[in-house]
């Protein structure tokens, strides 16, 4: 059982290592921001209801973000654990899942934060925004998404910390780079890559 939270800004490459790390650990990578995406792309109930929040770069709300996440890990494929990315992102999420999981018998194993220099990551969105048309990647709502990461995601870094669960890991450099630093603090934490078996 393997229970993650990747935590960063917004452009550090949380879905990118999210998917890697998903597919090299077996597990389920969870991205509350794909999933509000999905229900935008289909114009669903719930796309329609968080489309606004998300083109201004503000946080969708709390009750409609739970009950998704909620949904999302009572799923078959959780049972052998998940990486959660975007997810829980404010004090409330935190408690929400904390509760869920604590339901459960469990909580989160370890929280990799992906620490990136702001300058970095804007530069980075920036060249998403051309690469992939994300209409969040604007150069205002990017910056306003930085706002509300600072001001409502990373208190959350302390939380995890105080808990002794938190490792820090260098974001910057080649993809396959950081996934390796990744890749090494988790089995310092001993957790071990599917397949390995852990001593
Ligand atoms: P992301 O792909 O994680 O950058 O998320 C894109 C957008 O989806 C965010 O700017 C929010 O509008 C929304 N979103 C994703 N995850 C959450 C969350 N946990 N709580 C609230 N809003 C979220």
Redesign the pocket.
């Known amino acids: 059982m393997t229970r993650l939270l990747l935590i960063g800004p917004?452009g550090a490459g949380k879905?990118t290592q999210a998917a890697r790390l998903a597919e090299n650990y077996s597990i389920p990578a969870i991205?509350?921001?794909?999933i509000?995406r999905f229900n935008v792309k289909n114009e669903t109930e719930l796309g329609s209801k968080?489309k606004a929040?998300?083109d201004a770069?503000?946080?969708?709300p709390?009750s409609l973000?739970n009950a998704l996440i909620r949904d999302r890990l009572a799923e078959s494929d959780c049972d052998a654990g998940f990486l959660l990315?975007?997810?829980?992102?404010?004090t409330d999420?935190v408690r929400e899942l904390d509760e869920f999981l604590a339901g459960h018998g469990t909580a989160l194993d370890v929280v990799v934060e992906l620490v990136a220099d702001p300058d970095v990551v804007v530069e980075r969105l920036r060249k998403r925004a051309s690469e992939q048309g994300r209409s969040?990647d604007g150069e205002s709502v990017v910056r306003h998404?930085l706002e509300v990461y600072r001001d409502q995601t990373e208190p959350l870094i302390d939380v995890y910390d105080g808990r002794g669960v938190l490792v820090k890991v260098d974001a910057i450099g080649e993809i396959d780079v950081v996934t390796e630093r990744i890749t090494a603090a988790l089995a310092v934490r001993g957790i071990e890559l599917a397949g390995h078996a852990s001593h």
């Open positions: 917004p879905g991205s509350t921001g794909d509000f968080a929040y998300m770069g503000d946080n969708v709390d973000t990315d975007g997810y829980p992102r404010t999420q969040d998404r």
